[in-house]
T-cell receptor, first 113, second 113 residues
Framework: EADIYQTPRYLVIGTGKKITLECSQTMGHDKMYWYQQDPGMELHLIHYSYGVNSTEKGDLSSESTVSRIRTEHFPLTLESARPSHTSQYLC????????????FGSGTRLTVV | GQQVMQIPQYQHVQEGEDFTTYCNSSTTLSNIQWYKQRPGGHPVFLIQLVKSGEVKKQKRLTFQFGEAKKNSSLHITATQTTDVGTYFCAGPGSGAGSYQLTFGKGTKLSVIP
């Protein structure tokens, strides 16, 4: 079954630590996205990719970085976590971008203490 | 830039009552999509509307796209507790934002048994 996987599901980490949130999809989608969402609030696009070696920043300023070395893999890295990074991070992919439905992963709930 | 506005922000209904959420865009949309996010979950794609005046049904859910393709609605008939969650509409951005979906802030539905 085609799907999109995010790990870890939950993460509690200390300030200043480097973390990488994993996102992988088995659908062969070129377009992938990272969203940040506080509980019950709106979705903010922080990064997107249209294919291998393509990455762009989204609307919401973020101190994170992303890479896209393989089609199926789109990890997000925070070099130095801060309490303000506490949020839910959602990864999504799409066959044809905004003119087609997005498939979201289950998300990573990050808490920085 | 393009804005997608949703009303109401919150809706509490008694089980069995109907529910409607409205979505308005500041620009004409090529398509509009609806997503449902259960509490603690991730957004799940429900449907995409493309044609002016289009109406689609999924069991108790009725989706409508306005004639001018700038507004949309989601109507749920006889709500059930399984309908609880946040409903987001989303449309492609315009101009420089056309690479992404712009999400509304969502309507959070609570169903009182």
């Amino acid at each position: 079954e085609a799907d999109i996987y995010q790990t870890p599901r939950y993460l509690v980490i200390g300030t200043g630590k480097k973390i990488t949130l994993e996102c992988s999809q088995t659908m062969g989608h070129d377009k992938m996205y990272w969203y940040q969402q506080d509980p019950g609030m709106e979705l903010h696009l922080i990064h997107y990719s249209y294919g291998v070696n393509s990455t762009e920043k989204g609307d919401l300023s973020s101190e994170s970085t992303v890479s896209r070395i393989r089609t199926e893999h789109f990890p997000l890295t925070l070099e130095s976590a801060r309490p303000s990074h506490t949020s839910q991070y959602l990864c999504a992919s799409s066959e044809r971008g905004p003119n087609y439905g997005y498939t979201f992963g289950s998300g990573t709930r990050l808490t920085v203490v | 830039g393009q804005q997608v506005m949703q009303i109401p922000q919150y809706q509490h209904v008694q089980e069995g009552e109907d529910f409607t959420t409205y979505c308005n865009s500041s620009t004409t949309l090529s398509n509009i999509q609806w997503y449902k996010q259960r509490p603690g979950g991730h957004p799940v794609f429900l449907i995409q509307l493309v044609k002016s005046g289009e109406v689609k049904k999924q069991k108790r859910l009725t989706f409508q796209f306005g004639e001018a393709k700038k507004n949309s609605s989601l109507h749920i008939t006889a709500t059930q507790t399984t309908d609880v969650g946040t409903y987001f509409c989303a449309g492609p951005g315009s101009g420089a934002g056309s690479y992404q979906l712009t999400f509304g802030k969502g309507t959070k539905l609570s169903v009182i048994p």
